[in-house]
Nanobody, 121 residues
Framework: QVQLVESGGGLARPGDSLRLSCAAS????????MGWFRQAPGKEREFVAA????????SYAASVKGRFTISRNNAENTMYLEMNSLKPEDTAVYYC??????????????WGQGTQVTVST
């Protein structure tokens, strides 16, 4: 079993930055790829970013590429999502997940409870 806890969400203004964290416990964290997904009200959950087990491979959704940066610290069992130049359309509940590196949510076995990010004036 893997337990995931997201933090760092909150209210931001357009153009602001936020840093999300995902703390993992349980199985050996470093063996798995991880990802961030988000779900806005009334919409399906969508892929945001993913990172390979060693951190050398990353993947981003087109909507966030160039603005968001995913990273991980295996020694601290933590993954991060640095979000810059936030837009109102980034408003969503953000979830971290552990599994196989993919843009498909079905590839991930464990999920956190989510953290709310709201971008508004």
């Amino acid at each position: 079993q893997v337990q995931l806890v997201e933090s760092g969400g909150g209210l931001a203004r357009p153009g602001d930055s936020l840093r999300l964290s995902c703390a993992a416990s349980g199985r050996t964290f470093a063996r798995y790829s991880m990802g961030w997904f988000r779900q806005a009200p009334g919409k399906e959950r969508e892929f945001v970013a993913a990172i390979g087990w060693a951190g050398g491979t990353t993947s981003y959704a087109a909507s966030v590429k160039g603005r968001f940066t995913i990273s991980r610290n295996n020694a601290e069992n933590t993954m991060y999502l640095e979000m810059n130049s936030l837009k109102p359309e980034d408003t969503a509940v953000y979830y971290c997940a552990v599994g196989s590196m993919s843009q498909r949510s079905e590839a991930y076995d464990y999920w956190g409870q989510g953290t709310q990010v709201t971008v508004s004036t």
